[in-house]
Every structure is written in C-alpha cells, then in structure tokens.
C-alpha cells in the first residue's frame, strides 16, 4: 500500500483495503521482524543438499538434529516463504518409466509380500526395480535394493544396460553386506531378470526368499516406487549431464545423501544409516 500511496489518495487506499488508518500507520512504524534469522544460512544450506531442493519437513528435521533446535514444521515453512525459496509439490510426471516384463522366461514366485512393507527393522523386507533416465548421450538404468524397515538403498548399480551383468553386481553388493543369519524377503516385479535361474539360485543360497508383484500391478511394488519418485524429484527433474559417467557420479552422491543425511519422516527424524545402527545396537 505505501508503494501505492504517491500514486492515489491513502484515504481511497485504506477504504479499499477496508483498513483503519490508525492500523496502517502502526504497521508502518513496527515492521515486522524475520522468522528465526539466526538459522537462515543453515536452513538455505539443507536446501541446497539436493539439485532441486527439499521441503520444509526435511529442513526442519535436520535443524533439530543438527542444529540442536526447538522449530516447528510450520515456522521452518513460514522462514522459508520469507527466505523466497520453496520445493515444488510432487505430482504425477512424465518421467520415462523401464518395462522390464517379457512375460513367462523363467521362475516366477507368489506375492508374500501383499503390499505390507511395513517391518520393524533393517534386513527383513526389501524391494527391487529397475527405473530408466533418459538424457542426451542415451539412457542410464538404475538397479537398487530397498529396505523397507531402515529406508536404505541398500545396493545399487547403474549402467547404461538394463542387463543381467547389472543385476549380478547388484546381489554382489547384497551380498557382502548381508548380516549373517538374516533371511529377509526380497520382493520384485515380474521383470525377466528376476525370472533368471541365476539370479533366483544366488538368493536361494544365500537364504533370501522371493516375492514377486502380480503382473501388471505397480502398486505391489510401490514401496520401491517411491524411492523413484523422490529420487527423480531432487535428484533429475531438469537437469542434464554431459556424460554418463558424470551422471553416475553424481547418482552415487546422491545415494550417499539418501542413506546419511536425509532424514524421514516415518524414522522419527534419523537417517536410514542412523536408524539402521540403532536396530544393530538394540539387537
């Protein structure tokens, strides 16, 4: 209003606005002070974590374990309005989505999963998918193994194949962080590698049972599912790389910050590494 008022009479102003001129002359002589200054840097730090940001849940999460700060999810939203930063709403996009069905190659196993990812600790369900990123040079497929308890990309591998090499380096990454005597189920789609006698014959042995979602439903895999779409969101959404190998790095950093820094909200605030230790040490 008092960038209008040089322009327009401030009475015709105030009784447009339906305010009290006594009103408007108290808002002028008390300005009104920031939110929480003193954490703008770190929270605009939090922020810049990730290519396209994050949301005020997770500024307000880190600010409390990081910072030793008392903050509500509310004010961190309000500082970040007057901060001018924000993270887009995450909706239904056009991402390019890998079809890894082929039908009936192989072995196929019953959906002991039934869409109940919930589990009380790390090692016990986890899930797997491929997704695909399309850039200029080509296209990158990401193959990770999910733990629904810890929320931890457990492994992962990227390659500019969808192949069964990938999904051997995959399980060999497992593998060699599969604390001994657990038997956790690792779920999938009807993808063609996970059909593979290899593929099945390695988990066997190593005491790690099958699921498989019924053909054609996503949504049985959705635990996996979302860890793409957040990935995607922070991660890729309208970024390019010169190379696949930038690309692949960056993916690899990205992971890390997945599992070491990124706190959630189902974890009551913890990092899946934080509550991945945490289990270990009550066990």
């Given at each position: ?18 305010l ?15 939110t929480r ?11 810049s974590?990730?290519a ?24 961190v ?32 196993f019953?959906?002991?999963?039934g ?45 500019l ?61 959705g ?53 991945r ?7």
């Open positions: 209003m008092s960038e209008l008022s040089g322009r327009y009479p401030l009475a015709d102003l105030l009784e447009c606005a339906d009290a001129r006594s009103s408007y002359y108290y808002a002028l002589s008390h300005p009104k002070a920031p200054p003193e954490l703008w840097e770190a929270a605009a730090e939090i922020f974590r990730t396209n940001g994050c949301g005020h849940r997770q500024i307000a999460m880190c600010l409390r374990a990081e910072q030793g700060v008392r903050i509500a999810d509310k004010t939203l309000k500082m970040m309005h007057e901060m001018g930063i924000s993270c887009g709403i995450r909706r239904e996009t056009d991402y390019h989505r890998y079809n890894s069905y082929r039908g009936a190659v192989g072995k196929t019953e959906n002991i999963i869409r109940d990812f919930a589990a009380d600790g790390p090692w016990e369900k986890m899930g797997t998918d491929v997704t695909e990123f399309k850039q200029p040079w080509g296209k990158a497929y990401f193959a990770p193994v999910y733990d629904f308890g810890s929320k931890e990309i457990v492994a992962w591998s990227t390659s194949h969808p192949n069964m090499a990938q999904q051997h380096e995959l399980l060999d990454q497992l593998l060699s962080k599969k604390p001994e005597g657990c038997a956790p189920i690792l779920h999938s789609n009807m993808g063609w590698q996970y059909q593979q006698a290899g593929w099945c014959n390695r988990l066997k042995e190593a005491g790690i049972v099958q699921s498989m979602s019924r053909k054609g439903n996503c949504i049985d895999n635990a996996t599912e979302q860890v793409f779409g957040h990935l995607k969101d922070e991660f890729f959404r309208n970024q390019t790389w010169p190379s696949f190998e930038e690309f692949r790095r960056d993916l690899d950093a990205y992971i890390v910050h997945w599992n070491t820094r990124r706190r959630q909200v189902k974890l009551k605030g913890l990092t899946p590494e934080e509550f230790n945490q289990s270990l040490r009550a066990a």
